[in-house]
């Protein structure tokens, strides 16, 4: 039996119901956000597709210099392969590695976040990126087209457009039209550029004032 079989067949899965999510409940939009969040970044240990991939984040996970990176990253593997529920224990094994309020326990909930997100579960998303965003001082600048992004999908899109709002204050040259949205948003799917573009729309033609 192969390395990767083995792993799979002796993970004992959490059973049946799914996690009950409740949305947020969102603080009002800052002025500005202009920090930077080294911890909101896509976790990246193995290059290598399939089997391999799995192989060598297994391995990184033993040797244990970047067994919490390797397990997220393997937990968006397998989320993205269609077993759901082994990602999610991975992720509540991540959680369980570090402390919540910690820059790995962020990136663990920051990355948890975007693979719930493209689940379909944008409301079980926004918790994630907001326990992540609550433990850190300061204001990030993923927040609001983030934040925009789960809300639009929610169908809260007057609270989207108040996010989104925040981004254009914050870096109007930027956020004011969504030409830049490729280099300024590189890791999101076309799908999710084109879903933020509809709350610049929808910012462009009425824009909130503030505060």
Known sequence: MSLVRQFLASLVLVSGTAAAWAAPLLPAPQ????????AAVPVVVVQAEGDE?????LRQRERGRKSLEATVQLAGVAIAQGRTELGQQLYT?????????????????????????????????????????????????????????????LGQKEEAVKWYAAAV???????????????????????????????????????????
């Open 169 to 211: 204050r914050t870096e109007p040259g930027q956020w004011s039209s969504s030409t830049n949205y490729p280099s300024l948003l590189p890791t999101w799917r076309d799908s999710e550029r084109a879903t933020l573009a509809q709350v610049q729309q929808a910012w462009a033609a009425q824009p909130p004032k503030w505060p």
């Open 31 to 38: 002025e500005f956000y202009f920090d930077p969040d080294p």
């Open 93 to 153: 094994e991540a959680l369980q590695a570090t402390a919540a309020n910690s820059p790995s326990g962020r990136m663990v909930r920051w990355n948890h976040g975007w693979d719930l997100f493209r689940q379909g579960q944008p409301e079980a998303a926004l918790e994630q990126w907001h326990a992540a965003a609550s433990a850190l001082r300061g204001n990030p600048s993923w927040i609001p087209p983030t934040y925009a992004l789960a809300l639009w999908e």
């Open 53 to 57: 991939l799995v192989s060598q984040l």
